[in-house]
């Protein structure tokens, strides 16, 4: 039923709008010059996207906002997406996961820290990254070029001249230069950090050529082994900076290129940061687009949710196609940054180039992941249609899938993990430590946590939601045990066991109580049930690797007397792991513990 609104009582000033259905659920914000036209647009009859006809459907309510100026209402709009996130919007996927490198530099001695949220604390932030992989990897280079100290806690002046300060692991890796035990002035060590941030914008030549200088000054101070280090960053450094050649020729160029690839309701934006005149980052972003959007107004929505966020601001903002509301998004932009920042479609020249480059890769990246689009469509619907035909079920919103880790029956562990409506939900998934069971009895083990599980205080809502099906990576045996332990609870339980037919590709037998079914292997429903298999066996090997890294890595040295949890903490962190202490020599642990600490260390290690 399609809802017809007067509009005559609506205001004719600036504001925001929200849409929403029957439940008072908010199904789209937008914005207005004139809040009175702009709505009595969607009720007029004229052709209409599906979108919007699909939207106008739905509304039952609109709330408006008045505001004094097009600005406020960009402002309170964003504000209000940010809060509702409604269906009918264009939104980035939550971006929770999204790192930024942190330069604590109004300290006395900055450190390079990463963080989750950009804060207002006076340090410098680079970010977003989409990819936690790219941030490692830039830290790894940052680390193994610069002289850094390691040290977690903030460093003070003061606090050295009253002998606060302890050495570094860096510091007894010989990397530190002494900044934690005062060798080394604020004022020095801020140009180390200047460098680092040089490195960060991109700036390569000069970061080069500062390296060169101390390469040699190291050398001439008979520092071989730093000297190295630095010649093995410089070449890492020089290698990306020979890869820089589309921008190159200009290095006050500073932009942000953003290239769009679309198809019905999935999008996937991709992001090149240009820095100093290179290439320094290139992120891609998945685009929630529920209902069927066009580039425009998924260009909008990143603008919106990624600068919202952003660290790191270009002067320059160059996009694949025009956005419908440029003057708005530039003032909205230049308040963010605090200094202009342009918005713009280049037709020719060098910055074509570049945002064809963005536009390429976002259609590249797009065809890569638009199969394993299709796959989960596929295997949310028919795989499951076809799991419910199996097992008898009406409805099926939610599968718990369990497995049990150990070696030998040491560290025992047990994990679940949680599909519901269509996808794995990671805040639901649960670990448990084996506490009845000794040795490796897995029956036993994953009769225990499935009955602590249903038994658990059903005032923990997500604990109360039962499945609809429990998968067990296991065979007949443990499907009937498992059944026998639920047999008060309404829930199927199945298993996945490798098949014993001769097919080699045919594995992964479905198990039921009544008996074996042998799935083709293209089967959605086959699919469906690895990939839940799959993500318990790993989340459950996870956390067993955690109890049994923390229980090898120090019962060794538990046992030396003096050795205390610090000291431990700081060896594992040097040498990795137990066997990596014994095989260190003398002086390379005296290094991080002192020459009387080591002699004990190596006696008592054997």
Not at 65 to 71: G, P, R, T
Not at 144 to 167: D, H, V
Not at 277 to 287: K, M, P, T
Request: net charge positive.
């Amino acid at each position: 039923m399609t809802y017809r609104f007067s509009t005559k009582n609506f205001s004719s000033s600036a504001g925001v709008y929200l849409m929403k259905d029957k439940s008072g659920t908010v199904i789209y914000v937008g914005k207005a010059k004139n809040l009175k036209k702009r709505l009595a647009s969607y009720f007029v009859k004229q052709d209409k996207s599906p979108k919007t006809m699909a939207l106008v459907e739905r509304i039952h309510k609109i709330d408006t906002i008045a505001v004094k100026s097009e600005l406020e209402a960009f402002l309170l709009e964003n504000e209000q997406i940010k809060k509702y996130r409604p269906a009918f919007n264009v939104v980035m996927r939550d971006d929770k996961n999204y790192l930024y490198i942190r330069i604590t530099v109004d300290e006395e001695f900055p450190r390079i820290l990463l963080a989750r949220k950009v804060a207002r604390d006076g340090a410098k932030y680079f970010g977003p990254y989409a990819s936690s992989g790219h941030v490692h990897e830039v830290l790894k280079l940052i680390k193994r070029t610069f002289p850094l100290c390691s040290a977690s806690q903030p460093i003070t002046t003061a606090g050295l001249k009253k002998g606060k300060g302890r050495a570094c692991l860096n510091y007894h890796l010989n990397i530190c230069p002494g900044v934690c035990v005062g060798r080394v002035t604020s004022a020095a060590y801020h140009q180390t950090i200047d460098q680092v941030i040089q490195f960060l914008q991109g700036n390569y030549p000069l970061v080069i050529q500062r390296l060169k200088k101390q390469m040699a000054e190291l050398s001439g101070k008979k520092e071989f082994e730093r000297a190295a280090r630095v010649r093995d960053g410089l070449k890492a450094i020089e290698a990306i900076n020979e890869r820089q050649s589309v921008v190159k020729a200009n290095l006050s160029v500073s932009e942000d290129v953003i290239g769009v690839a679309r198809q019905l309701n999935k999008a996937l934006v991709v992001l090149l940061q240009i820095r100093s005149g290179a290439i320094v980052n290139g992120q891609q972003y998945a685009i929630d687009t529920k209902y069927e959007a066009d580039e425009p107004e998924i260009l909008e929505g990143f603008l919106r949710d990624y600068y919202a966020e952003a660290a790191d601001w270009p002067k320059t903002i160059l996009l694949s196609h025009p956005i419908n509301d440029n003057q708005s998004f530039i003032g909205w932009l230049t308040e963010l940054a605090g200094r202009r920042v342009m918005i713009s479609v280049p037709t020719k020249g060098r910055q074509r180039a570049i945002v064809r480059l963005a536009q390429s890769n976002a259609e590249m990246k797009f065809q890569q992941t638009a199969g394993r689009w299709q796959l989960e469509k596929l295997v949310a619907t028919e795989g499951v249609e076809g799991l419910k035909q199996i097992v008898g079920l009406k409805t099926l919103t939610r599968i718990e899938a369990y497995d049990i880790s150990n070696l030998q029956g040491t560290d025992s562990v047990g994990a679940m993990v949680v599909w519901e409506k269509g996808e794995m939900d990671k805040k639901q998934y649960r670990r448990f430590k084996i506490k009845t069971v000794a040795g490796p009895n897995d029956f036993a083990s994953l009769a225990e946590i499935l009955r602590r599980r249903f038994q658990h205080d059903k005032g923990d809502d997500k604990f109360a939601r039962l499945p609809d099906v429990v998968l067990i990576d296991g065979g007949k045996g443990q499907v009937n045990t498992i059944a026998r332990v639920l047999k008060n609870n309404k829930v199927a339980v199945i298993g996945l066991a490798k098949g014993s037919h001769s097919r080699t590709k045919a594995k992964d037998d479905l198990v039921l109580s009544t008996g074996i079914r042998v799935l083709p292997d293209n089967s959605p429903t086959k699919i469906l049930l690895q990939n839940i298999r799959d993500e318990v066996h790993r989340f459950a090997i996870a956390y067993h690797t955690v109890l049994r890294k923390k229980r090898t890595t120090t019962s060794g040295l538990d046992k030396i007397g003096g050795v205390g949890a610090a000291t431990r903490k700081k060896l594992i962190k040097v040498f990795g792991s137990m066997a990596g202490v014994k095989r260190a020599g003398l002086a390379e642990i005296a290094r991080v513990v002192g020459e009387k600490q080591a002699i004990r260390i190596r006696r008592d290690l054997g």
